[in-house]
């Protein structure tokens, strides 16, 4: 059974990733595709397979059921494992990189209950772990580099300006029904909880922070009670305020995703319905496709 399939930066490559404990690298030639490279290594089922962006080469980060985090580098048309972490005590569900403008960051989810953040920088890997949900974390995902509102108001009003540093923060959702959010913390060199966001019932299966830079801030989550809660904020009105809309399903669901754009959200059921939503006018989010095999 085939877990995950992503595709690089530039839509060339296709990596999937399987139950058989191996990924494959696939070309992308037009309507074709082909097979290039299968790597091995991992010693159980992989979940999910993540490309680093460009700008750091052709990256390529794995995860799977043995708790181990391998990251793949191709150079010179061979692909080597350059990078093995495998200091979680339990399945490793997803990794995700962060935006390349923070720098070379991997942020890990384990059932294990625990976080890790590899960084590879001055050539070598750094890594740090800490505890997140106490019954396991099933996603992660990083908000955008940049506060909404920072391409118009050059720094003012609370937004950082296009010439600050970039943020590094991320989003978590548990095993514990909850929604975190941790930041980076520069005197103490760690990411920090800052925001606990509670609503829903059961597992939250899924977290996904909209990559908009526009005015507000958005978080999907979705959850084994059967809703998908979309989180807003306005940083600019009032930080670390986040009101919630409730979207009701007949189903579980397992995965958000935004739109590049970030005005799009999909949401996917276990009933194998795809549905797409939009933020009306008046704020309320209507569903505007449902895709079914």
Not at 178 to 184: Q, S
Request: include cysteine; charged fraction near 20%.
């Amino acid at each position: 059974m085939i877990h995950d399939a992503v595709l690089d930066y530039y839509g060339r490559r296709l990596a999937t990733c399987s139950s058989d404990r191996t990924i494959k690298i696939y070309e992308i030639e037009g309507d074709t595709h082909r097979l290039t490279e299968t790597l091995k290594g991992h010693e159980g089922a992989v979940w999910c397979v993540s490309w680093a962006h460009p700008k750091y080469g052709n990256i390529l980060a794995s995860a799977g059921y043995d708790g181990k985090i391998f990251v793949w580098r191709e150079q010179g048309g061979q692909w080597q494992k350059v990078f093995d972490f495998a200091l979680h005590t339990a399945s490793v569900n997803i990794v995700s990189w962060s935006p390349h403008e923070t720098g070379c960051l991997l942020a890990c989810a384990s059932s294990d209950g625990s976080v890790s953040v590899l960084e590879f920088k001055d050539n070598s890997w750094e890594h740090q772990i800490f505890p997140a949900h106490g019954i396991g974390v099933n996603a992660v995902s990083w908000a955008p580099a940049f506060s909404p509102g920072a391409l118009f108001n050059g720094g003012g009003g609370g937004g950082a300006g296009p010439n600050s540093a970039p943020i590094r923060r991320f989003v978590t959702g548990g095993s514990d029904n909850l929604v975190k959010i941790w930041d980076w913390q520069p005197d103490s060199k760690t990411y920090q909880p800052t925001l606990e966001l509670s609503g829903h019932s059961d597992w939250v299966r899924d977290v996904a922070w909209a990559p908009t830079v526009l005015q507000k801030s958005y978080i999907a989550s979705a959850s084994q009670d059967k809703t998908v809660r979309i989180w807003t904020s306005d940083p600019l009105r009032s930080p670390n305020v986040w009101e919630s809309a409730v979207l009701h399903f007949e189903a579980v669901l397992w995965r958000v995703s935004w739109s590049l754009s970030g005005n799009v959200l999909a949401v996917s059921a276990g009933d194998n319905k795809v549905t797409l939503w939009k933020e009306a006018i008046r704020g309320e989010w209507e569903c505007v496709k449902t895709i079914e095999e």
